[in-house]
């Protein structure tokens, strides 16, 4: 297990892979059970369209299938993803709430304010779990959550444009279409690329603000790049093939 320096803050990176929340659309809708699950996501999706004109599902209506985070403790830093294929959703959020509470890290995420951290306050309530002190707090400078503030950019183009490999694509274009096909490994393979692409984000964010100096950076870079360089999983070793051909 990681074990914390005693000087240096642990920074945990995460992120969310989502699919509808079916039970919940036919909870609210009250569709019949004869009626095909995917029928019942693309009336909430039309719905969603109708209302706003935007694609994708309201946040209350997503249900999340994978959790991945990043974990930098002093000098040792990994990437888990949490439970298995066959972990439900509230089990995969507990994972993520203990490890908060186990490290007091600074947690950051992707567009976290616009997306993931509402998200992850939605299920937990849904799933009548406690959120990890101090996350209930609105001022997010106190509760020690520190989103990256890119909620308009996609993660996978502003990593190219950093000079980060490019996230791998779920076949069949969308995590429900791969849910559906059976293929949560690959939704969570992806998950584990995005944590860490976020964490890798992070360290650029905190370079450009001047909290972190050029060879800390650095240095960090490429102790996270030793640990992908380490994994046997056929998608770090996708990534790491990818890096070794980019600049990040």
Same mark, same amino acid.
């Given at each position: 297990?990681?074990?914390?320096?005693?000087?240096?803050?642990?920074?945990?990176?995460?992120?969310l892979?989502?699919?509808?929340?079916?039970?919940g659309? !036919?909870? =609210?809708?009250?569709?019949?059970a004869?009626i &095909?699950?995917?029928?019942?996501?693309?009336?909430?999706?039309?719905? $969603? !369209?109708?209302?706003?004109g935007?694609?994708?599902?309201?946040?209350?209506?997503?249900?999340?299938? &994978?959790?991945?985070?990043?974990?930098?403790?002093?000098?040792?830093?990994?990437?888990?993803?949490?439970?298995?294929? /066959?972990?439900?959703?509230?089990a995969l959020?507990?994972a993520?709430?203990? $490890?908060?509470?186990?490290?007091?890290?600074?947690?950051?995420?992707?567009?976290?304010?616009?997306?993931?951290?509402?998200?992850?306050?939605?299920?937990?309530?849904? /799933? #009548?779990?406690?959120?990890?002190?101090?996350?209930?707090?609105?001022?997010?400078? $106190?509760?020690?959550l520190?989103?990256?503030?890119?909620?308009?950019?996609p993660?996978?183009?502003m990593? %190219?444009?950093?000079?980060?490999?490019?996230?791998?694509?779920?076949?069949? #274009?969308?995590?429900?279409?791969?849910?559906?096909? #059976?293929?949560?490994?690959?939704?969570? &393979?992806?998950?584990?690329?995005?944590a860490?692409?976020?964490?890798? =984000?992070?360290?650029?964010?905190?370079?450009?603000?001047?909290?972190?100096?050029?060879?800390?950076?650095?240095?960090?870079? &490429?102790?996270? %790049?030793?640990?992908?360089?380490?994994?046997?999983?056929?998608?770090?070793?996708?990534?790491?093939?990818?890096?070794?051909?980019? $600049? #990040?």
């Amino acid at each position: 297990m990681l074990q914390a320096g005693p000087t240096v803050t642990p920074i945990l990176a995460f992120a969310l892979a989502t699919i509808p929340d079916v039970a919940g659309i !036919r909870t =609210l809708y009250g569709f019949a059970a004869d009626i &095909a699950d995917s029928d019942v996501a693309e009336f909430a999706l039309q719905r $969603q !369209r109708a209302r706003s004109g935007e694609d994708g599902m309201p946040l209350h209506l997503q249900r999340i299938v &994978a959790i991945s985070w990043t974990l930098r403790l002093g000098d040792e830093i990994a990437c888990h993803t949490g439970g298995d294929a /066959n972990t439900d959703e509230a089990a995969l959020l507990q994972a993520l709430f203990d $490890q908060v509470a186990q490290h007091a890290p600074c947690v950051t995420s992707w567009s976290g304010a616009a997306f993931a951290l509402p998200l992850l306050r939605y299920r937990a309530l849904i /799933n #009548g779990l406690t959120l990890p002190p101090h996350w209930s707090a609105e001022d997010t400078t $106190q509760s020690g959550l520190a989103p990256l503030p890119y909620a308009t950019v996609p993660l996978d183009d502003m990593a %190219r444009l950093c000079g980060f490999p490019a996230l791998p694509v779920v076949a069949g #274009g969308t995590p429900w279409e791969a849910y559906r096909a #059976g293929r949560l490994g690959e939704i969570r &393979a992806r998950c584990d690329i995005e944590a860490m692409a976020t964490y890798l =984000l992070f360290l650029r964010d905190r370079l450009v603000q001047g909290t972190l100096g050029t060879a800390d950076y650095h240095d960090s870079v &490429a102790q996270a %790049r030793g640990w992908v360089g380490r994994q046997a999983a056929p998608h770090w070793r996708d990534f790491l093939a990818a890096w070794s051909s980019t $600049q #990040g």
